[in-house]
Each structure stands twice: as structure tokens, then as C-alpha cells.
């Protein structure tokens, strides 16, 4: 099985037919797909110019959407490296017990639904670079009441969404589902109740 830089590699080479040129780029979100691998197809077909139909986009496209994951995927490995660095000081200092952002890490390592966006046609409209770095920083810092990615303050909890957990806090601006981490408990508790969240 290919790995993302190879196929990375493939999208790149014009010696290779156009379909497969396309078929690789939508394997590379096999491997990295911060929205889920259709919203996330859907992002980088509008953000490039291209249908999500097309079977013949132009190559300079399908490349202009592959260096958008590619930076997007150089943040996420860079902020799972620090993760990693963190909870094995953690776990030498004696702490075994990870906390809730540990616990939402766990269910996005390898990047693959890092900000889930349930309908492939709601997603964030920035790069995707910049919505990860707006979630890390979410993450890194005290818990707020507003979305991490676009400052939505309009959270509904939705079920059964396609992704594990499978509830939780949505935002209907961009379209995300927010990780409960970087939400106050009063902010979960109002988007439990489906009202909505204003921010102080």
C-alpha cells in the first residue's frame, strides 16, 4: 500500500496519466483527511477550482490541492511529534492517567478527522493549514465557548454523526464537530440544550 508521500509524488509527475494523477490525490486523504475524507475532497476541489466530479481537472489544479494538504499535513505531524514528546515526559514524571484532550487525540491520531465536518458540503472556507493551527492553538490553551476554527458561537449538539464520538458540539457556521476540550462545561451544557452559544 502506498504511502502518502508517494502518491504525493504520483499527483506531482506529469508522466503519469491524468486519472491517475486524480485517483492518487484522492488517496492521499485515505491517509491524511482533517474534515473526513468527503468534506475534505469537497474543500480542496473548491479551493482549487475543480468539481468533485471532474475526471479531468487540470493538472496544475490537482497540484494546487495537494500542496494545500501537504501544508495542512506538515502542521498536523508537527503538533502529534510535540504530543507524543509531551505525554512521554508525562508518563517518566509518573503520569499515566491522560486527560480529555489526550482522549480526543487518541481518536484523531494520523490526522484523519481532526476538525469532522458530518455534511461534505459544510466545511471551513480558509486553508486548511490555518484551520488546524486555530484548533491547535484551541487546544493548547483554557477552554472558551465559541467554535476554535471560525469563532461561531452557534454550537448544536448533533447524534449519530459518521465519526467516533459520535455526539457532540457542532458548529453551524463552518460546520465542524468541536472537540469537547477546548469548550467550557457551560458551553457544552448550552449546545446539549441547542441553544445558542454567545460569547461573553
Given amino acids: 500500500m502506498a504511502g502518502f508521500r508517494s502518491l504525493a509524488r504520483q499527483v506531482r509527475d506529469p508522466r503519469c496519466d491524468l486519472a491517475l494523477r486524480r485517483y492518487s490525490l484522492r488517496k492521499c486523504l485515505e491517509r491524511f483527511a482533517p474534515y473526513g475524507h468527503r468534506a475534505t475532497w469537497d474543500h480542496l476541489c473548491s479551493r482549487a477550482g475543480f468539481g468533485p466530479e ?13 500542496e494545500e494538504l501537504e501544508a495542512a499535513r506538515s502542521v498536523w505531524l508537527a503538533y502529534e511529534g510535540e504530543f507524543a514528546e509531551r505525554r512521554r515526559k508525562e508518563k517518566h514524571d509518573g503520569l499515566r492517567r491522560p486527560g480529555s484532550v489526550d482522549d480526543w487525540h487518541r481518536l484523531t491520531w494520523g490526522g484523519f478527522g481532526v476538525a469532522w465536518c458530518d455534511d461534505p458540503r459544510v466545511h471551513p472556507d480558509g486553508p486548511l493549514a490555518e484551520v488546524l493551527r486555530n484548533l491547535i492553538s484551541a487546544l493548547e490553551r483554557a477552554p472558551g465557548s465559541v467554535c476554535p476554527v471560525c469563532d461561531g458561537e452557534q454550537l448544536v449538539w448533533k447524534y449519530d454523526l459518521d465519526h467516533e464520538p459520535s455526539t457532540g458540539p457542532v458548529c453551524t457556521d463552518c460546520g465542524i464537530l ?17 441553544r445558542l452559544l454567545m460569547s461573553a
Fill in 54 to 66: 471532474d475526471r479531468s481537472p487540470e493538472p496544475a489544479r490537482l497540484v494546487a490541492a495537494l
Fill in 178 to 194: 468541536v472537540p469537547r476540550p477546548v469548550l467550557t462545561p457551560d458551553a457544552l451544557a448550552d449546545a446539549r440544550r441547542g
